[in-house]
């Protein structure tokens, strides 16, 4: 019996760090969270969203073209692409070897794009590739969506066109631009809808609330977001155009929200500035980039992305997409690169 006694200490003794190694990786477990795992973003990088809209946010210029790239070149079976400008040559070959490789590549461009030419070479070499092609439905004034969809499952819902200039590509001109990357299956379902109501030539049925699609609900959701504001609206536009959205804007200032407008650093919304400064809103023009972002925050807590300016045109007569975000990684990404840019603001 003596004998034994040992065996059983070792015994229990092995027993009892299994245990313990089990409880301490059982604990880590319980306190691990995607939110926890998940980068942040300074300024550009890919930021992972653990949150339930299933959501990944990418700012230019710093992420460049490597979130549009690496979609195309991983896409398995279909890329959906409907989009305002398409001149970017990496990702026009990207989209050309994803149809040589077999895959259904469909590509729909703005015909006419204000200021530019019609895109009828990039068309050319698209179809020689064996990707199908079609100029956007003529019914809207442009097709200024900045859409994508990956094998039926990812949705790219942007402000960037697929251009050197919005990917962070050019040497001349760079953008402060935001892209969605969203897996959500209702929204994917939804912008693939809209792509092929667009290809058609048919009419589509928004059901989707988080979804902004202009001409349908962009105006409304636009002004909902601001009048629901309470104590904060922090705003980035190319264009300030509107007379509705603008008053609803010096509304909000008027009732003791703190509004905050970023534009373009040139002359381009010198009636909306003037209506803003004279509700005594805060209006800077970004010194650092191009304002090409179309994105609002309320609250910092809802926040708007996407393609729509704030315009008549963009709002009552485009084609336009975006996305309601309440995701708080999101939120706290487009928060940070905010106050970023307004540090490299001056007073409009």
Same mark, same amino acid.
Request: glycine share 6%; proline share 2%.
């Given at each position: ?173 760079? #953008? !402060? &631009?935001? $892209?969605?990357?969203? *897996? ?5 379902? @939804?912008?693939?809808?809209? %792509?092929?109501? =667009? ?118 007569? #485009? !084609? &336009?997409? $975006?996305?309601?975000? *309440? ?5 706290? @990404?487009?928060?940070?690169? %905010?106050?970023? =840019? ?7």
């Amino acid at each position: 019996m003596n004998k034994t006694l040992p065996q059983n200490k070792t015994l229990l003794v092995t027993l009892g760090s299994v245990l313990l190694t089990l409880v301490i990786f059982s604990s880590f477990l319980l306190h691990a969270s995607p939110t926890h795992a998940a980068s942040q973003l300074t300024h550009g990088a890919l930021a992972q969203n653990a949150g339930a809209q299933q959501i990944k946010v990418f700012v230019e210029p710093a992420a460049g073209e490597q979130p549009v790239l690496d979609a195309i070149n991983n896409a398995r079976t279909s890329i959906y692409v409907e989009m305002y400008l398409l001149t970017d040559t990496n990702v026009i070959s990207a989209l050309e070897n994803a149809a040589k490789n077999g895959l259904d590549v469909r590509v729909m461009l703005e015909e006419h794009p204000f200021g530019g030419s019609t895109p009828t070479s990039t068309m050319q070499a698209l179809s020689n590739a064996g990707a199908k092609t079609e100029y956007s439905n003529s019914v809207f004034t442009y097709t200024h969506e900045k859409g994508m969809v990956v094998d039926g499952t990812t949705a790219y819902i942007m402000s960037c066109n697929f251009t050197k200039s919005a990917l962070g590509g050019s040497s001349s001109t760079t #953008n !402060r &631009e935001y $892209g969605i990357i969203d *897996s959500n299956a209702t929204d994917v379902n @939804t912008v693939l809808g809209v %792509f092929n109501a =667009d290809w058609n030539r048919s009419s589509y049925t928004l059901t989707d609330t988080s979804i902004v699609l202009s001409p349908v609900n962009s105006r409304n959701d636009f002004i909902n977001l601001i009048n629901g504001a309470k104590s904060s609206l922090e705003i980035e536009a190319e264009e300030m155009d509107d007379s509705s959205v603008e008053q609803a804007i010096v509304s909000a200032e008027g009732r003791g929200v703190k509004v905050q407008v970023i534009l373009p650093d040139d002359n381009s919304n010198s009636a909306g500035i003037s209506t803003l400064d004279n509700g005594g809103v805060s209006v800077s023009k970004d010194t650092q980039y191009y304002m090409h972002a179309k994105m609002m925050l309320a609250d910092g807590s809802e926040a708007f992305v996407g393609s729509e300016n704030i315009s008549t045109t963009s709002f009552d007569k #485009n !084609r &336009e997409l $975006g996305l309601l975000i *309440s995701d708080s990684s999101a939120i706290s @990404t487009l928060q940070s690169t %905010f106050q970023y =840019d307004l540090q490299h603001s001056q007073t409009a």
